[in-house]
């Protein structure tokens, strides 16, 4: 059998997720649809500047839930955080943007 072509760029071909892809998560059912919620949303508004897009998430997630949330928003990055349990979440969206998201206090 012979080996065919692949056809021009075929090998170079990435799968972009557009919906939320959660990796890791030990959240109850209803906050970990909010606060995904609240990630995209903040992430499809602030899509130029991950710093402020963090801050929104970490602000609305400490008026609805209590304080002490963290959240991290960026791409290529590695974490190991001490948290609560039942409080961390961990999502890809449009692709390679990573969203950590954790309350210790």
Same mark, same amino acid.
């Given at each position: 059998? @012979?080996?065919?072509?692949?056809? %021009? &760029?075929?090998?170079?071909?990435?799968? /972009?997720? /557009?919906?939320?892809?959660?990796? $890791? +998560?030990?959240?109850?059912?209803?906050?970990?649809?909010?606060?995904?919620?609240?990630?995209?949303?903040?992430? %499809?508004?602030?899509?130029?500047?991950? %710093?402020?897009?963090?801050?929104?998430?970490?602000?609305?997630?400490?008026?609805?839930? !209590?304080? $002490?949330?963290?959240?991290? /928003?960026? @791409? &290529?990055? !590695?974490? @190991?955080? +001490?948290? %609560?349990?039942?409080?961390?979440?961990?999502?890809?969206? !449009?692709?390679?943007?990573?969203?950590?998201?954790?309350?210790? +206090?």
């Amino acid at each position: 059998m @012979e080996d065919q072509p692949k056809a %021009e &760029g075929e090998a170079d071909k990435k799968i /972009v997720h /557009v919906y939320p892809l959660v990796k $890791f +998560s030990d959240m109850n059912d209803d906050v970990r649809a909010e606060a995904i919620e609240l990630s995209i949303t903040a992430c %499809e508004k602030y899509a130029q500047n991950y %710093e402020i897009a963090a801050k929104t998430i970490k602000e609305l997630m400490d008026k609805k839930f !209590g304080t $002490f949330w963290h959240v991290v /928003v960026g @791409e &290529g990055f !590695g974490y @190991e955080v +001490s948290y %609560e349990t039942k409080n961390i979440l961990y999502l890809f969206f !449009g692709g390679n943007l990573a969203i950590v998201l954790w309350k210790c +206090s």
